[in-house]
């Protein structure tokens, strides 16, 4: 790869983007936290409806999503999307009470 020299300094050309230096952090934070957690793959994102969005991407029409009942508004408007427009089976639920979330807890269930 070329290289480009500034005033006694050698960049690569990909080097003057802040978007890599972030891609350098996520990718090592990414490889920590998934060996943490004995997973094959971590993601960092910068976002909660990031975070959402590569979640949802893993659920199939007929699955069910439990989700909180107190949400941020862009999330409730997803969650309805895909409710009638994927035919993902959402339920809404108060987290904080573990009785209110155990029955719906089974197979399928995201």
Not at 5 to 16: A, G, N, S, V
Not at 86 to 97: A, I, L, N, P
Request: hydrophobic share 40%; net charge negative.
């Amino acid at each position: 790869m070329d290289s480009m020299i500034i005033p006694d300094l050698e960049i690569l050309p990909e080097q003057l983007w802040v978007s890599n230096l972030y891609h350098d952090w996520a990718d090592k934070t990414e490889t920590h936290l998934a060996r943490l957690y004995g997973a094959h793959r971590a993601f960092a994102v910068s976002t909660g409806m990031s975070c959402l969005d590569i979640i949802l991407r893993m659920v199939k029409p007929g699955e069910t999503v439990l989700a909180g009942d107190d949400l941020y508004g862009g999330t409730n408007r997803l969650l309805t999307y895909l409710s009638s427009h994927v035919g993902v089976d959402v339920r809404h639920v108060d987290t904080t009470r573990v009785e209110e979330l155990e029955p719906h807890l089974g197979p399928g269930n995201k």
